[in-house]
């Protein structure tokens, strides 16, 4: 199955395709086998109803954007004689089979769908594999094909990922906007990665906000596109934004299309903001302690799951959504703190720019209530942006504050007003959380800055030598401390009879250096056993390259005499 690049990524918008997509279009998702039974029902009339329609579908891709996509994927022969051999929900993959190339398929995941997936997002923060990814790779090992080609978007670009460099069987990848993987697993898997992480490719918006998430795939490509130009912060982050779109002389729509009649990627460079998010998130991975990331990922997984899947979040006997998305930051003020501290750390040590900062305040959606916040309240005679303005920006107040050491007046004077908003004992607990804030900030661990954002580099696998000349000078090393083991202490006995045996403890002496030699002589009898267990699995391994190799050779051969028959028959 040999596709290129671009049609690769329009299979995966067919993973987003709904019920409601159809019921616009006034007609049904029927029972299907093939991107054109599937697809067939959409003629210009359905495509039409698309059009008028100004409703936003899943994966917030609108009727305009269907209507182009399913367009171009009717006029592009390869994709709408392809099969669909499986579709597995609980997985949220299709896979496509090509008639004439039964051993080949090419799987599509869907991007993140529900609660589940983003706090799975999460948890990728400190570990090396999460519940989703192996559900994925089970998926994949199960299909019956020789040759897999993985797309996905989103979470189903890092599924597609993952899969790529753990399963045999995938031997290419096209991830959109797929998010990256933690140190765990790249120092778990480097020898997987060095050998396979060339296979990926993986295209990323310029405003994309998940892609910049975690550790990208040593070796791997990463594609920046200029998508679509809507200023929405979510639109960033969705599929059909990889296309641009134009209507033609009756108003149809379509996607623009290269030389090759594919649809057109304008390469584009990452936005600014995006760059400082990703550095953050690197700046975490880098510095934060390993018994902070797990809990860290659990935390930015919930929130995730609370602001992007829009529904009800209930953990434990609390329920939390949009609207009350403060209590479950204040849920676990510790963590909070850890984040706001590590946020703060390196805001000051790249200089980040109060225009930067408020950059990034925009992508959160939070510069309004900033504006706000700094022209509508009086700290003496000036306003608080006049403070802010007089420290050299809203960081710098705060950066200034939180590293003296001192008690910090204004700060805590304007928490207590904030919190005064709301009741006595609000304004009192915001100060004990920058008090807290504070403590977190100094217990950052030293590092080197120029590290601490750089992404992660693959290890590189090394050439072990287990030759029998290698397990003897091992054995005859173990040998020769077994040797020296035993006798130098053994003779003191012949001196129990002096005066100064007992009061010199020499019984104790004895017996203690004793108990260090029955533990050198255990510890060299545990190296040896996993020296022989090391050698042993070498050699198996070696036997059975061996038997695969002389298989390949003999299967040569008689290809060999097949070709040297045929050329006989035919007196060549």
């Known amino acids: 199955m040999q596709l290129t690049d671009e049609q690769i990524m329009l299979l995966e918008q067919l993973t987003y395709l709904e019920n409601r997509v159809a019921e616009a279009a006034d007609v049904v998702l029927g029972p299907y086998d093939s991107v054109e039974s599937l697809l067939r029902q959409f003629d210009e009339d359905a495509l039409a109803e698309l059009e008028d329609s100004n409703e936003q579908f899943e994966g917030r891709i609108s009727g305009k954007q269907w209507a182009a996509i399913i367009r171009q994927i009717q006029n592009d022969p390869e994709l709408y004689s392809l099969d669909i051999a499986d579709k597995d929900d609980s997985v949220q993959a299709i896979c496509f089979t090509d008639p004439n190339d039964p051993d080949s398929a090419l799987v599509a995941f869907k991007g993140s769908t529900g609660q589940?997936?983003?706090?799975?997002?999460?948890?990728?923060?400190?570990?090396?594999?999460?519940?989703?990814?192996?559900?994925?790779?089970?998926?994949?090992?199960?299909?019956?094909?020789?040759?897999?080609?993985?797309?996905?978007?989103?979470?189903?670009?890092?599924?597609?990922?993952?899969?790529?460099?753990?399963?045999?069987?995938?031997?290419?990848?096209?991830?959109?906007?797929?998010?990256?993987?933690?140190?765990?697993?790249?120092?778990?898997?480097?020898?997987e990665i060095e050998k396979k992480g060339g296979c990926i490719k993986n295209y990323f918006l310029d405003g994309d906000f998940v892609s910049i998430l975690?550790?990208?795939?040593?070796?791997?490509?990463?594609?920046?596109?200029?998508?679509?130009?809507?200023?929405?912060?979510?639109?960033?982050?969705?599929?059909?934004?990889?296309?641009?779109?134009?209507?033609?002389?009756?108003?149809?729509?379509?996607?623009?299309?290269?030389?090759?009649?594919?649809?057109?990627?304008?390469?584009?460079?990452?936005?600014?903001?995006?760059?400082?998010?990703?550095e953050l998130t690197v700046f975490l991975l880098n510095v934060m302690p390993e018994e902070d990331k797990k809990k860290a990922g659990d935390y930015i997984g919930n929130i995730l799951a609370i602001l992007m899947d829009g529904k009800d979040l209930k953990l434990e006997d609390k329920t939390y959504n949009k609207s009350n998305i403060k209590e479950y930051l204040l849920s676990d003020k510790e963590m909070l703190t850890k984040l706001l501290a590590y946020f703060?750390?390196?805001?000051?040590?790249?200089?980040?720019?109060?225009?930067?900062?408020?950059?990034?305040?925009?992508?959160?959606?939070?510069?309004?209530?900033?504006?706000?916040?700094?022209?509508?309240?009086?700290?003496?005679?000036?306003?608080?942006?006049?403070?802010?303005?007089?420290?050299?920006?809203?960081?710098?107040?705060?950066?200034?504050?939180?590293?003296?050491?001192?008690?910090?007046?204004?700060?805590?004077?304007?928490?207590?007003?904030?919190?005064?908003?709301?009741?006595?004992?609000?304004?009192?607990?915001?100060?004990?959380?920058?008090?807290?804030?504070?403590?977190?900030?100094?217990?950052?661990?030293?590092?080197?800055?120029?590290?601490?954002?750089?992404?992660?580099?693959?290890?590189?696998?090394?050439?072990?030598?287990?030759?029998?000349?290698?397990?003897?000078?091992?054995?005859?090393?173990?040998?020769?401390?077994?040797?020296?083991t035993y006798g130098s202490v053994s003779g003191w006995s012949r001196y129990a009879g002096e005066e100064w045996y007992d009061t010199l403890l020499i019984p104790n002496a004895v017996g203690g250096i004793n108990a260090?030699?029955?533990?050198?002589?255990?510890?060299?009898?545990?190296?040896?056993?996993s020296a022989e267990r090391v050698f042993d699995e070498a050699n198996e391994a070696d036997r059975a390259n061996a038997e695969r190799l002389r298989s390949l050779v003999d299967e040569m051969k008689s290809v060999r005499s097949l070709i040297e028959a045929k050329t006989d028959g035919l007196g060549m």
């Open 116 to 191: 589940e997936e983003w706090q799975d997002n999460g948890s990728g923060l400190g570990l090396s594999d999460t519940e989703k990814q192996k559900e994925a790779l089970e998926y994949i090992e199960n299909l019956p094909y020789d040759s897999i080609t993985v797309t996905g978007h989103s979470k189903g670009g890092n599924k597609a990922q993952y899969v790529t460099i753990l399963s045999d069987k995938v031997d290419r990848c096209i991830s959109m906007d797929g998010q990256g993987f933690s140190q765990e697993f790249l120092d778990q898997y480097y020898a």
């Open 214 to 278: 975690l550790f990208p795939v040593p070796g791997s490509d990463q594609i920046c596109i200029e998508g679509d130009d809507s200023i929405v912060l979510e639109k960033n982050h969705v599929p059909s934004s990889f296309y641009r779109y134009y209507q033609d002389e009756d108003g149809h729509w379509h996607i623009l299309e290269n030389e090759g009649g594919d649809p057109a990627l304008v390469i584009g460079t990452r936005e600014e903001v995006m760059t400082y998010l990703h």
């Open 344 to 484: 703060i750390k390196y805001v000051e040590t790249y200089n980040l720019t109060d225009d930067e900062i408020r950059s990034l305040a925009e992508v959160l959606g939070l510069d309004e209530v900033l504006a706000a916040l700094e022209g509508g309240m009086a700290v003496g005679n000036k306003t608080l942006g006049g403070v802010i303005s007089d420290a050299g920006g809203l960081l710098n107040l705060i950066i200034d504050q939180i590293r003296d050491g001192k008690e910090d007046s204004v700060i805590e004077w304007l928490l207590k007003w904030i919190g005064g908003w709301e009741s006595e004992e609000v304004g009192e607990d915001m100060v004990d959380f920058w008090r807290s804030l504070e403590k977190e900030y100094q217990s950052i661990p030293d590092f080197d800055p120029e590290k601490a954002r750089a992404d992660a580099a693959g290890k590189e696998s090394k050439v072990r030598d287990f030759s029998e000349r290698t397990y003897g000078i091992l054995m005859s090393a173990i040998a020769s401390v077994e040797a020296d």
């Open 516 to 529: 260090y030699f029955e533990r050198v002589s255990e510890i060299n009898r545990q190296c040896r056993v």
